[in-house]
């Protein structure tokens, strides 16, 4: 008896098998596992800009000048990874 792809990892028959539970990704691996990430620039940034922001009693600025500065930054390590490539 075949049930849908939602119970299917669930069900057991009535001869004691589990049906066999689809495979979770389609494709082949990721090609360079070693990219470098700057998504931590960002933040940082981000994070570093509101205290900076919040000891000049403007926040909001911090932030968009922190957000600012860390994009750029990550921008240039995805550039550089990219080129390294």
């Known amino acids: ?26 494709g082949a691996a990721m090609v360079r596992p070693n990219a470098r990430a700057g998504g931590c620039f960002l933040t940082l940034f981000i994070l570093g800009g509101f205290l900076a922001g919040v000891a000049l009693r403007n926040p909001m600025a911090g932030v968009l000048i922190g957000t600012a500065a860390g994009a750029a930054l990550a921008v240039l390590v995805w550039l ?6």
């Open 80 to 85: 550089a990874d990219r080129r390294k490539g």
């Open 1 to 26: 008896m075949r049930t849908n792809v939602v119970n299917d990892a669930l069900t057991i028959f009535s001869n004691g098998a589990v049906a066999p539970v689809p495979s979770l990704w389609h």
